[in-house]
């Protein structure tokens, strides 16, 4: 069986899973950062907590507190299952099974969800959808993607890929992609034609080992610089 969502989920990671997946130094988490896709992760509330800030975009914001908590139950459901008749395209140990998945991410999304309203009204919480960010130019240092781009490859085109980074770069000195893998952990077909469609550009594209696998082989990420 393979893995296949009709549409992009809204499921949340924790700032630990963040800081994993893209090598984020301490240095790092001081810099301007944009988040893009972040929809019920905790990653932006959790820097707010320790005195940082982090601006997320995600269609998602434009609905209010209680309607998301709704689609994330749906959503509980539909990745439990799906995760579970895919068992074996995953890496089970710093999580165990399915369960305690499941445990982890209603953690960080009620984190978020706790965090939601107020993060609105600060403007962390932006109502935006790549390819269109509605940002000026360089007004971050550091642009993020986590489980979306590459990973939702049968739902979203090449252009649709390339256009969202180039988006990303306009707004941001460094993009960083995670995961590179689809939904059925296979290398995005997509991949080989954005980093040489954005080294032809000038950009510096690396593909850099992290210190997290869930999908297995999955423990790279895209860093991109203009
Ligand atoms: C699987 S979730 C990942 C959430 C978070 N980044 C994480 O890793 O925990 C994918 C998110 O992409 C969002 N999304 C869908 N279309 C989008 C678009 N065009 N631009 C930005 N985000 C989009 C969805 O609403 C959803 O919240």
Redesign the pocket.
């Known amino acids: 069986m393979s893995v296949k969502y009709e549409s ?6 924790s700032f630990q ?1 963040y800081v994993n997946m893209f090598n984020l130094t301490f240095d790092d988490l001081d810099k301007s950062i944009l ?7 905790s990653f932006n509330s959790t820097m707010k907590k320790s005195g940082k800030t982090v601006v997320s ?4 914001y434009n609905l209010n507190r209680r309607t998301i908590e709704k689609k994330i139950e749906e959503t509980y459901e539909t990745v439990m299952g799906q995760t579970k008749y895919n068992e074996d395209k995953f890496v089970w140990s710093t999580v165990k099974d399915v369960e305690e998945l499941g445990n982890i991410r209603m953690t ?1 999304m009620r984190e978020f969800l706790s965090d939601y309203e107020t993060g609105k009204i600060e403007n962390r919480y932006i109502t ?4 269109y960010l509605p940002f000026e130019n360089n007004q971050f240092e550091l642009a993020l ?4 781009l590459f ?1 939702y490859t049968e739902n979203l085109s090449l252009d649709f890929h390339m256009n ?1 980074i180039d988006e990303m770069l306009r707004v941001s000195e460094e993009v960083r992609i995670f995961p590179l893998l689809d939904m059925n952990a296979v290398p995005s077909i997509h991949l080989p034609y954005v980093v040489e469609s954005l080294t032809k550009k000038g950009c510096k594209v690396e593909k850099i080992g992290v210190n997290y696998e869930f999908q297995k082989g999955g423990n790279s990420m895209l860093k991109i610089t203009k």
């Open positions: 992009i989920v809204p499921w949340g990671r899973e988040s893009c896709g972040d929809g019920p992760a975009i995600d269609p998602l960080s935006a959808e790549l390819p993607s986590s489980h979306f990973l969202s």
